[in-house]
């Protein structure tokens, strides 16, 4: 199970996350590094946590600004692996990432313009695009008018449906909060009916024990941010994921 370690890119700047409040995220202040900067806190997770694949949460591009591609292209030009997440509406939206060859495309649930959208990323570019099923306090977050269910379950069966191979479970209310990520019950389910899916899970992973248990669930990756800054994640922890 991979440890994909996130950052939070608003202004430029690495930001802490807190249960979704986008207007209330400020710089993060971590143990791992002084700096706020997009590299200085990538280059601590690998110096501290040999960590070297990224999800970046562009949230600027969220929004509807322009995507950070200087920032992209200057991560990658050091070795990161990125998985991407800025806004993604349709394949057109998507060219300007494929182009910068990041390695994967996140496609989330929040601004994705439905499940026909998705179906021609997969078939454009295949295991390259990760789905994000968005989710807050447990609801769809986003524009779900296109899509059939919006039971989370239903949702993600759809997306597979429409070529998905990889998928990340997020419920932004527990992003940042160290209480759990809420999501693991439907990781289990989806990971049982689809062993050959790439399941991953994220927001709110408290310390290595929960690492622990939900690799037990079978699934492939867990995005954490604010416990790896904290220090309630650590190297250590990563390491004993592997024995």
Known sequence: MRVLPVIDLKGGLVVRAVAGRRQEYRPVVSRLTPSSRPIDVAQAFREHLGLD???VADLDAIAGAALSLGLYADLQ???FLLWIDAGLRDEESSRPLVEAGVHRIVAGLETLAGPAALASLCRRFGGRVVFSLDLKDGRPLGDTAEWKDLDPQSLAEEALAQGVQSLILLDLARVGLGAGTGTEDLARRLV??????EVAIG???RDGQDLSRIKRLGVSCVLVAAALHD???TRNDLEALGS
């Open 53 to 55: 694949h990224l999800y």
């Open 77 to 79: 030009s050091l070795g």
């Open 192 to 197: 049982e009916k689809h062993p050959e899916v």
């Open 203 to 205: 927001g709110g992973v």
């Open 231 to 233: 220090g309630r994640i």
